[in-house]
């Protein structure tokens, strides 16, 4: 069976420890995104009735941070690798 789209297997695999904390910016690049658009979707908002108060309201960036981690890992919208594979090429041309 054959599939279509990017797989996380597309990234420019880090050579150098330069390479891996850019790595590891750009995917932190991408899950700061996705935290944002998953608070725009109304993610763990602490809903109006039975919700857990003023301190779940206050801790719910947490969870949106940890699941947009989460998907980053899982391979996320590979935001994260189409900004390392651009700022390495970048790199390399300098």
């Known amino acids: 069976m054959e599939t279509s789209g990017i797989s996380a297997s597309t990234y420019r695999q880090p050579q150098s420890s330069a390479d891996k904390k850019l790595k590891a910016v750009a ?11 998953l608070k725009s979707a109304g993610v763990a908002e602490t809903p109006s009735l039975f919700g857990g ?7 719910a960036s947490f969870l949106r941070d940890e699941y947009a981690r989460e998907l980053t890992a899982a391979g996320g919208l590979s935001l994260g690798e189409a900004l390392f594979n651009s700022l390495k090429e970048r790199q390399n041309d300098e």
Request: glycine share 16%.
């Open 53 to 59: 108060g003023a301190g779940e309201g206050q801790f």
């Open 27 to 37: 995917d932190q690049l991408e899950a700061t995104f996705l935290s944002e658009m």
